[in-house]
T-cell receptor, first 114, second 118 residues
C-alpha cells in the first residue's frame, strides 16, 4: 500500500501560470481533502470531496478548482497562480461511516509562485 | 461555526517529563470528533489520537491521552514521559457531523511547537 501519493513534490510557477496538483489514494477511502499550510501556520481546508462525484468548498477555496476524477483520485487546479498561493499543499483521505474519520495525509507539494 | 484554538505557540519541556498541550473548540453540533496530529520537521502529518463527542472515556494511545472536558469544550493532549523524538508541531483538529454521515469539514488549530530538552 502506497497510502496517499501526491505529485509533484516541488513546483515553481510564475504569476499567472496554471498547474494541477495530483493526489491518489489506494485505501479505498470515500473522502478526500486538499489543505494548504503556510509557514508557521496550521492547515486550512481548501476543498473536500465526501464521495466520488461530490465536492465542497472549505475555508479558503478562492483561486482553486478541484476534480474528483474517480474514487482514487482528487486533483487541485490553480488556474492563474498568484504569489499568495505559495504554500505547502497536502492531500488527505479518510474512510466514511463507522470509522473515526482519521485522515491519512500525503507527503505534501511545496509550491512557490514568483 | 467551527473553531479550534491552540493558545500555546511554543513549549519547552525537559525529557521524561509529562506535557499537556491545550486545545479548546467551539461548535453547535452535538456530534463531533476531535483529533491530534504530530508534524515533525520532516513535514509529514502523523495521526495520534481521536475522541468522539459521545465517547464516555478519555481516549488513550500508548503515551498519548486526550483529556476531554466536554462542558469546558477542551480536548488537551497529554504526553507522558516525553522523549526527544516528541519534538514537533502538534495540531488539534475537529470534525462536525454524525458518524454515519458522509464526511464533513475537518478544521485545524494553529498548532503548538513542542521542544524537548535533554
Amino acid at each position: 500500500n502506497a497510502g496517499v501519493t501526491q505529485t509533484p513534490k516541488f513546483q515553481v510557477l510564475k504569476t499567472g501560470q496554471s498547474m494541477t496538483l495530483q493526489c491518489a489514494q489506494d485505501m479505498n477511502h470515500n473522502s478526500m481533502y486538499w489543505y494548504r499550510q503556510d509557514p508557521g501556520m496550521g492547515l486550512r481546508l481548501i476543498y473536500y470531496s465526501a464521495s466520488e462525484g461530490t465536492t465542497d468548498k472549505g475555508e479558503v477555496p478562492n483561486g482553486y478548482n478541484v476534480s474528483r476524477l474517480n474514487k482514487r483520485e482528487f486533483s487541485l487546479r490553480l488556474e492563474s497562480a498568484a504569489p499568495s498561493q505559495t504554500s505547502v499543499y497536502f492531500c488527505a483521505s479518510s474512510e466514511a461511516p463507522g470509522s473515526s474519520y482519521e485522515q491519512y495525509f500525503g507527503p505534501g507539494t511545496r509550491l512557490t509562485v514568483t | 461555526a467551527q473553531k479550534i484554538t491552540q493558545t500555546q505557540p511554543g513549549m519547552f519541556v525537559q525529557e521524561k517529563e509529562a506535557v499537556t498541550l491545550d486545545c479548546t473548540y467551539d461548535t453547535s453540533d452535538p456530534s463531533y470528533g476531535l483529533f491530534w496530529y504530530k508534524q515533525p520537521s520532516s513535514g509529514e502529518m502523523i495521526f495520534l489520537i481521536y475522541q468522539g463527542s459521545y465517547d464516555q472515556q478519555n481516549a488513550t494511545e500508548g503515551r498519548y491521552s486526550l483529556n476531554f472536558q466536554k462542558a469546558r469544550k477542551s480536548a488537551n493532549l497529554v504526553i507522558s514521559a516525553s522523549q526527544l523524538g516528541d519534538s514537533a508541531m502538534y495540531f488539534c483538529a475537529m470534525r462536525e457531523g454524525h458518524a454515519d454521515s458522509s464526511a464533513s469539514k475537518i478544521i485545524f488549530g494553529s498548532g503548538t511547537r513542542l521542544s524537548i530538552r535533554p
